[in-house]
């Protein structure tokens, strides 16, 4: 199974490379689901990995892959400006999930 990468920066693209993650960089909501099909016609591509930017701009598209899709398995990842969650988002989530304050 490989990865790929699907992100809205160069920098975050050059260094997955470096690591052997083949990926592309697109910017519009027309790119971003022209990139996922691909990724979906191959049946090599098990880890979809995308920059959390994404996950804000589109969610509708971001969220019909991981809900309608077994593979590949969708990671949103931070970019190098990093992560667009609050800092204590672990607590918030587990305060939330059930419902008592730690």
């Given at each position: 199974m490989k990865m790929?990468?699907?992100s809205d920066n160069i920098d975050t693209y050059t260094?997955?490379?470096l690591a052997g993650v083949e990926g592309a960089v697109v910017h519009e909501k027309q790119e971003l689901k022209?990139?996922?099909d691909k990724v979906l016609a191959d049946k090599e591509i098990g880890i979809l990995l995308?920059?959390?930017k994404f996950g804000r701009d589109f969610p509708d598209v971001v969220?019909?892959?991981k809900l309608n899709c077994k593979v590949p398995l969708v990671v949103e990842i931070p970019?190098?400006?990093g992560t667009g969650r609050r800092s204590d988002f672990i607590t918030a989530y587990v305060n939330e999930a059930i419902g008592?304050?730690?």
């Open positions: 790929y990468l699907i260094g997955m490379r022209a990139e996922i995308l920059t959390e969220n019909n892959v970019d190098r400006h008592i304050k730690l």
